[in-house]
């Protein structure tokens, strides 16, 4: 007879042998695409002969600039326009940046809808191909991460392997098509909290991740993705790397601001003007050409600047890494860059943040060498920049992603060189410290206790001694809506505020439904919320018990209960109780416990 062990082994196995095929191949047609989009689109159409990441010095010193700037706004606000409509009217999860939606669906109901990687794929390309400031990262994560949710439910997984499968989908999509196995393995358990670690994701996304990574590089070659020169520092410059971490937490925190006020503000003009949703990234495409040729118009360098604040950057990265850009553009390409960005994807353009985190965090390290380089000329000498580059890169994007171990394993093995590893460490520890609890992905949570994937691991004696009543957020805190509403709010409530549902409620608190993004999937228009909304509610009562509510919550796939009293024929909302009020309260109670018997 087969052990339960054995049993589990081997579906672990074969799921994960699935996703790095299924993330290997989808990798490289992603890859593929955009490269062959870019090269139409910016080489063949605009005239632009780009700098590529993996060029030779010699090679790479051979770009030239488009010709006719002017082309470029309709170029990106056409990109933008088409992406829009794909997203907003297909798959309106797959707006924005992408890693956010994989984690979010891990943490959430472990689900991600099948057309997801087809839509994100086709809109990415349209976004990043024709000059919007964004990278392949975050779609990567969750194409990939759909393929592992697509992969569980062809094999009736049950909801934990379904979790670990989207998490081993993330690591190996990124793992692969960064050339970086090691690192997207480790990112798949690291990048899913602020302060944890999913170790049940380490080994299926290292067996999914070097799988992918072989199919890659059979087609792409396994050469680092980034060329260099030899690289030199010394263990004097040690405190210098460590201030540049400071640097670059400062630049990452900025980075972060704009980011998502950005949002906010996009987000607002829509719903104030009434402007079609997929419109909204074409406006953020307006203001980025209007930017660049503004830019392009005033002086050569603004002109280099503009260049390198557009598409992926990862051109100009490795120009950076070869020394070949003066400190002026270097010490600009990270604001402008910061900017572009926030209008590109904080409008709600389709790419990742991965590949301008990076832009910004190479820039930024260059400067930062360079500076060092005319003040100190002995202890830093000109071939220690490029150092500086690579660990300004790892550093900004480890603090504001809070994923320092992947981020330096994975950049380190983009650009080939392991002697690095001292002084990045130092960089990215220094940023990590700064940056805080702000984070780049809003849906990452502190910890394991608050994951809707470890909900069931809970003493039950615990849950059944806390009442609804104590560990609800009250009716005060919650945001309603009305039945009236245009159902389109709901997207803007679910940007500000990170809740995923509200109850709808009529005068004097009566509940008559509840609306979540899913019920509005598709249905971005004027549209009323009562049209839209779930009237058939799972409520309970302010003294039901925390183990019956949450295992009503698991039977039913649904991360709200309203807690209610009943008022005649009616119902008048208490407040509402989600399964993080529930890990909040049982932790407390866990603990309150705890100092009691010991």
Excluded at 140 to 151: E, L
Excluded at 168 to 174: E, F, K, R, S, V
Excluded at 472 to 479: A, N, Q, R
Aim: hydrophobic share 50%; with cysteine.
């Amino acid at each position: 007879m087969v052990s339960a062990e054995v049993i589990l082994f081997r579906k672990t196995i074969g799921l994960s042998i699935l996703i790095g095929i299924i993330s290997g191949f989808g990798a490289l047609f992603f890859f593929e695409g955009i490269r062959i989009a870019t090269k139409i689109i910016m080489g063949d159409v605009w005239g632009y002969n780009y700098p590529v990441d993996g060029m030779s010095a010699e090679m790479i010193a051979a770009w030239s600039p488009p010709t006719n700037i002017w082309m470029f706004l309709p170029i990106i606000c056409m990109g933008a326009l088409v992406s829009g409509f794909l997203v907003y009217r297909f798959a309106p999860e797959a707006e924005g940046h992408g890693t956010d939606a994989a984690i979010a669906a891990f943490h959430k109901s472990g689900r991600i809808r099948r057309r997801i990687p087809l839509i994100k794929a086709i809109a990415s390309i349209c976004t990043i191909s024709t000059g919007g400031s964004a990278g392949r990262e975050g779609p990567t994560a969750q194409i990939a991460a759909g393929f592992g949710s697509i992969a569980a439910d062809f094999l009736k997984l049950p909801e934990k392997e379904r979790r670990i499968a989207i998490a081993a989908g993330i690591g190996a999509g990124i793992g692969t098509i960064f050339k970086a196995p090691l690192g997207g393995a480790i990112l798949a358990a690291e990048i899913l909290y602020l302060r944890d670690f999913e170790s049940d994701a380490i080994v299926p996304a290292f067996l999914s991740s070097i799988i992918g990574y072989g199919i890659f590089g059979y087609f792409e070659g396994y050469e680092p993705v980034f060329s260099k020169s030899d690289l030199f520092w010394s263990i004097s410059e040690i405190p210098l790397f460590i201030i540049l971490g400071v640097v670059c937490a400062a630049v990452g925190i900025g980075y972060l601001e704009m980011f998502y006020r950005s949002k906010d503000f996009f987000q607002n003009l829509i719903t104030r003007y009434n402007i079609p949703i997929y419109a909204k990234p074409v406006i953020g495409a307006a203001c980025i050409g209007i930017l660049v040729i503004g830019l392009a118009s005033f002086s050569h360098e603004t002109f280099l600047v503009a260049l390198g604040s557009i598409g992926s950057g990862y051109g100009f990265i490795q120009l950076a890494v070869y020394n070949m850009l003066p400190l002026s553009v270097l010490l600009l390409i990270p604001i402008v860059r910061i900017i572009t960005t926030s209008l590109t994807i904080g409008s709600g353009g389709s790419g990742g943040v991965f590949a301008p985190g990076l832009t910004i965090g190479a820039t930024t390290g260059g400067a930062f060498g360079m500076v060092m380089h005319i003040i100190l000329p002995d202890m830093v000498p000109m071939t220690a920049v490029p150092v500086f580059v690579i660990c300004g890169m790892i550093a900004l994007f480890g603090g504001i992603a809070h994923s320092p171990i992947a981020c330096l394993i994975m950049i380190i093995e983009m650009v080939g060189d392991f002697s690095l590893f001292v002084p990045a460490m130092g960089a990215v520890a220094a940023s990590v410290i700064l940056v805080g609890n702000r984070t780049i992905y809003r849906s990452q949570i502190p910890n394991k206790t608050l994951s809707g994937a470890h909900r069931g691991e809970f003493d039950s004696h615990v849950l059944k001694a806390i009442p609804a009543k104590k560990a609800m957020t009250p009716l005060e805190d919650i945001i309603s809506l009305s039945p009236e509403d245009p159902s389109y709010k709901v997207l803007t409530l679910v940007e500000k505020s990170a809740h995923y549902g509200f109850p709808v409620v009529i005068s004097k608190n009566v509940l008559v439904g509840f609306v979540t993004i899913r019920d509005c999937k598709g249905c971005w228009d004027d549209r009323k919320i009562h049209e839209v909304m779930t009237k058939e509610l799972v409520t309970a009562g302010p003294d039901t018990d925390l183990e019956t509510i949450l295992t009503d919550m698991i039977a039913m796939d649904i991360g709200h209960v309203p807690i209610v009293e009943s008022c005649g024929d009616n119902y008048l909302i208490l407040g509402l109780l989600t399964r993080r009020d529930i890990t909040q309260a049982y932790a407390a109670k866990a603990q309150e416990e705890c100092k009691r018997i010991f």
